[in-house]
């Protein structure tokens, strides 16, 4: 079989268009993030307020996606690489969905640390987590694009300074002393950067789907070094 | 080979072990997972005259499970089905070369009488073919000239028993005297599952027994297939991919390749448990038929 003839295009091309329409959902993920970010270490709650606006066209798109999976699994019960290909979509749908609540939860938080006492070694620490989070996404989409196992791979290991950064915010926060409203601040920006964290691994997930799409097995990324880290108990 | 001779009982030997060829053995079960092999074939290739229909199929088909044949049309799923009871045999030029192993006895074997192997391996066909007779008689009547000897009694049970196994006698109980062919297409098919099964097979072996069926009826078909496989083997030849994927637990995927002179000859691709061959088949082959990419 070295020429092969598509005679299901018509579900071929519904499933493209499918595809696309939840890859759409990549860049306005990636983003969010960028903007949550910069809204929550710059007190932007003008920026806050656009990320969570941005959601509502996320959340439709979530829902426009669900629908036509639904109908195109309804009606052509698709099998092999397509029906792996199907099984990612519906999952990375959720995944991007989520990324977006992320955000949302970032810029919340945004709005109500308006105003607040704040320390700038937070605030760059968050930026270095947002800055490594979006390449992560950004990879994690090009592999999946270029059908290229071995860039999603990569992914762990662009995780496991996210991993580290997160786990070091908590020092960061008991550091902060007793000002009560620093510390509200400081506890809060915790909770941004776990936000942060979530996005990374939901960025590792979208890898290991992309891989199972591929290879057509299921396996978990696993780096050394990382199981137990103080980032899970948090 | 194909000659119809009568001759001793077939028995049933513990089977023999046998090299297993590349094909069966790349699967992701390992040996002892699977159930004892009721039918085996070796390098079997089946001939209409000087045509090879299908070339060096080698495969087991385990007992208590559902084996399914799927494939393009042409690519002798059906001869390969046909060719496990010596049903081809019936077709004045067909010739079956290589073995198939019963029980680890080779039912081509010189001396092996065909009629008994289509006896104790069963048939369905595609279209329902019940015999111009009441319902009662399509089952008694099959047993009977299969040498069934007991009592009125007895064959009144075999026939209730027959019957509840193939889930229809609460639809039949009341009019056991009337025509097989006063039945649905769908009961009709379950009558000669029932006719199959009183013949007390452990293999039974259907051909597209659904293609000439409702859904509902179909359904009903395949809730049976599920049931059966408690006590029986079933290999079944489908043009239905979902249905192979809802029943079977194995499937076994043929494809037609041409050869030097332009003959389509039928090959073996793939073997494999059925969720791993219609979510991540082995051979490009097969992804192409299954989803839809394919010449």
Not at chain 1, 184 to 209: H, I, N, P
Not at chain 1, 223 to 234: F, K, L, N, Q, Y
Not at chain 2, 3 to 19: G, Y
Not at chain 2, 138 to 160: E, H, P, R, T, Y
Request: glycine content about 6%; aromatic content about 6%.
């Amino acid at each position: 079989m070295t020429d092969t003839q598509d005679t299901n295009v018509h579900f071929h091309t519904e499933l493209e268009e499918l595809e696309r329409k939840v890859l759409s959902m990549v860049d306005r993920a990636e983003q969010m993030v960028e903007m949550a970010v910069e809204a929550v270490t710059r007190d932007d709650v003008g920026l806050a307020e656009r990320v969570i606006a941005l959601d509502s066209d996320i959340d439709q798109t979530y829902l426009e996606v669900h629908q036509e999976w639904t109908s195109l699994m309804a009606r052509h019960q698709p099998l092999g690489s397509d029906l792996r290909r199907m099984t990612i979509l519906i999952q990375l749908n959720v995944t991007f969905e989520r990324m977006g609540d992320q955000c949302v939860n970032i810029a919340k938080i945004a709005r109500f640390n308006s105003g607040l006492p704040r320390v700038e070694r937070i605030c760059e620490q968050i930026r270095e987590m947002g800055d490594l989070v979006r390449p992560m996404i950004r990879t994690a989409i090009e592999a999946y694009v270029r059908g290229d196992v071995d860039e999603a791979r990569l992914l762990p290991a662009m995780d496991h300074p996210v991993d580290r950064l997160n786990a070091n915010m908590y020092k960061e926060t008991v550091a902060v002393g007793g000002n009560p409203e620093l510390l509200e601040w400081a506890t809060k920006m915790l909770m941004v950067s776990r936000a942060l964290e979530r996005v990374g691994d939901q960025a590792v997930d979208f890898a290991e789907q992309t891989a199972y799409l591929i290879t057509g097995e299921r396996a978990e990324f696993v780096e050394d070094g990382m199981a137990g880290s103080t980032d899970d108990i948090i | 080979m194909t000659n119809e001779t009568t001759t001793e009982e077939t028995t049933n030997p513990v089977a023999e072990e046998t090299e297993t060829p590349a094909v069966v053995r790349e699967s992701s079960e390992t040996a002892d997972s699977r159930p004892k092999n009721l039918i085996e074939t070796r390098n079997m290739n089946v001939y209409y005259g000087d045509f090879r229909a299908v070339a060096d199929v080698s495969l087991d088909f385990a007992s208590n499970e559902i084996s399914a044949l799927i494939g393009p049309s042409g690519c002798g799923k059906s001869t390969v089905l046909r060719s496990l009871n010596r049903m081809n045999d019936l077709v004045p030029s067909a010739r079956t070369e290589g073995e198939v192993f019963y029980h680890g006895e080779n039912i081509y074997a010189e001396g092996v009488d065909p009629v008994r192997v289509r006896r104790t391996i069963g048939m369905v066909f595609q279209k329902p073919n019940p015999f111009p007779k009441s319902i009662f008689d399509n089952i008694a009547w099959g047993a009977k000239i299969n040498g069934f000897k007991g009592s009125k009694s007895d064959l009144q049970d075999l026939v209730q028993e027959a019957l509840e196994a193939a889930a229809l006698w609460d639809e039949v109980k009341d009019k056991l005297a009337e025509s097989g062919y006063s039945l649905s297409g769908g009961q009709q098919q379950r009558l000669c599952i029932a006719r199959a099964i009183a013949t007390k097979p452990d293999v039974i072996l259907m051909d597209e027994p659904c293609s000439a069926l409702d859904p509902i009826a179909t359904l009903r078909i395949e809730e049976l297939m599920l049931d059966l496989k408690e006590s029986y083997s079933i290999i079944i030849v489908t043009h239905n991919m979902q249905q192979a994927a809802r029943v079977s637990d194995r499937t076994a995927f043929f494809n037609v390749k041409l050869n030097d002179s332009g003959m389509r000859t039928g090959r073996l691709v793939e073997y494999s448990p059925t969720d791993q061959l219609f979510t991540s088949p082995r051979e490009k082959d097969t992804e192409d038929y299954i989803t839809g990419r394919f010449g």
